[in-house]
Nanobody, 127 residues
Framework: QLQLVESGGGLVQVGGSLRLSCAASKFYLSLEKYDIGWFRQAPGKEREGVACISFRDGSTQYADSVKGRFTISRENAQKTVSLQMNSLKSEDTADYYC??????????????????WGQGTQVAVSS
């Protein structure tokens, strides 16, 4: 059964960059045939869809709040999905989670569309 692990979180200054990665917990598994989403949850706020990537055609979706700053991509022969975060703002501070669901027509930014979740990684942006 697929289990996900996130990495790459940390503390960064406003305007800086971080790269998050999502991978299967077992090295011999890949994220092939899964749509992958990145979500975040700040203290006291609801979980928010940030970006997703479809396996079917590689199409991507982004939340308006991160468009032009964040980029989601598949790497390492479908073994990882990365979220490159540039021009970080203090409001990007949150716990970030990746999620997976077997491929559909397209990917979605709604959390209820996904059935497998990682444990999360913290991102803190300081001013």
């Amino acid at each position: 059964q697929l289990q996900l692990v996130e990495s790459g979180g940390g503390l960064v200054q406003v305007g800086g960059s971080l790269r998050l990665s999502c991978a299967a917990s077992k090295f011999y598994l890949s994220l092939e045939k899964y749509d992958i989403g990145w979500f975040r949850q700040a203290p006291g706020k609801e979980r928010e869809g940030v970006a997703c990537i479809s396996f079917r055609d590689g199409s991507t979706q982004y939340a308006d709040s991160v468009k032009g700053r964040f980029t989601i991509s598949r790497e390492n022969a479908q073994k990882t999905v990365s979220l490159q975060m540039n021009s970080l703002k203090s409001e990007d501070t949150a716990d970030y989670y990746c999620a997976a669901v077997l491929m559909g027509v397209r990917c979605y930014l709604q959390s209820y569309e996904y059935d497998t979740w990682g444990q999360g990684t913290q991102v803190a942006v300081s001013s």
